[in-house]
């Protein structure tokens, strides 16, 4: 018999909750509920901890004490109902109801009249409830992050609110099989609609999300799923015919496979990272579209000795970061990461720089990106690495996306735009 769906996103936002990040909690509860209610499953799990911040402090003032630790799937199932009398079109009542009822389902029945009370409580003291918020709360925003993004970006409102939405799905369109105005009137065949994208000249956006398995072409490797700031990488670091060519960071493989339909004839396309499991990510992404590439187990901060000094002419780094800038997709970011951890991610980005640099050739292009928005993680790692090597210099990107800032161009995410991506562009020096 199927898990009741609420039960089964109750399981995963209480996961969550005990420092397991949703890319591991989330897959095996897929499995557990019916077909039907897997796309429900999704958007609670994620629309909950998109907002967990704001619930968690709504929860906090409905409780008459906190709940154990042992029973943090039932915080879970609460925080679900919250979520959904805020942020679904679910009748109030029916939420509550279904809410309740997992209670059951969970073996926790101790725990029907308190879901009950809860919910029904807060539907009474909603607007007083609110009112009370503070302010990083209210903007669903842990206080370390809502300080730092507001402190750094004059617009921090709309970052704040594209945080909290649901990511548009945008598309690659395969320059190898064919333009992006064709694959857009297959779209219409089909009467799937969808624009154009701004910044990439391949990126199609969708109205709305679908399977990717409907999409005309996805089999068949005209399209793949990347958003549109993601494909600036392959656009920016402009690989040329003959070159040897290094993704230092490589899985899942979006920007390797974008890079060899951009240039298919290249000498060599190695793609490292540091992860075996997720390195056939890579492997699946090159098959389904036809591409060609040598994949590598290794650590970008201690290459290994195969990968020779001044061997290659391009090299991506797109350094492990706290994905600030994608907290959309990655909402669990708001729950598991600390502010203690941004300067030990600067610390292991420049660690990856220091142990690549030493494979680009004389006159060669280094391409550094995150998908962080924090200062720290960006322009002031960029700036140490440069002031410690005196044959690196930042080549200017004129381009016209993005924000100019020290050290390369920052896109920040937007409601209805691309994530929140940086980019820095290095060149070494001749002689």
Known sequence: MPLNVRAAAAYVVGEVLGGHSLNQALPARLDLVSARDRSLLQQLCYGTLRHCPRLQALLDKLLDKPLRDKDRDIQGLLLCGLYQLDNT????????????????????PWAKGMTNAVLRRYLREREQLVRALDQPAAAAHPTWLFDRISAQWPDAT??????NRQPPMSLRVNAQHLRT??????LADRNIAASVGHLS????????????RELPGFMAGQVSVQDEAAQLAALLLQAEE?????????APGG??????ELQPALAEMVAMDIDAVRLQRVEENLQRLGLRATLLTGDAARPPKELAKSSFDRILVDAPCSASGVIRRHPDVKLLRRASDIPQLAAQQQGILLGIWPLLKPGGTLLYATCSILDEENSQVVQTFLSAHSDAELVHTDVPWGENVLGGRQVLPSVDGPDGLFYALLRKKIG
Do not use: F, W
């Open 158 to 163: 709309a970052i704040l609110e594209a945080n």
């Open 242 to 250: 003959g070159e040897r060519v290094l993704d230092a960071c490589a």
């Open 255 to 260: 920007k390797t496979c974008h890079i060899l």
């Open 89 to 108: 079109r679910v009748p109030d009542h029916a939420a509550v109801a279904a809410t309740v009822e997992a209670t059951s389902a969970m073996k926790k």
């Open 201 to 212: 000249p391949y990126a199609v956006q969708l109205a709305q999300p679908m399977d990717v």
């Open 181 to 186: 105005k064709d694959y857009l009137a297959a």
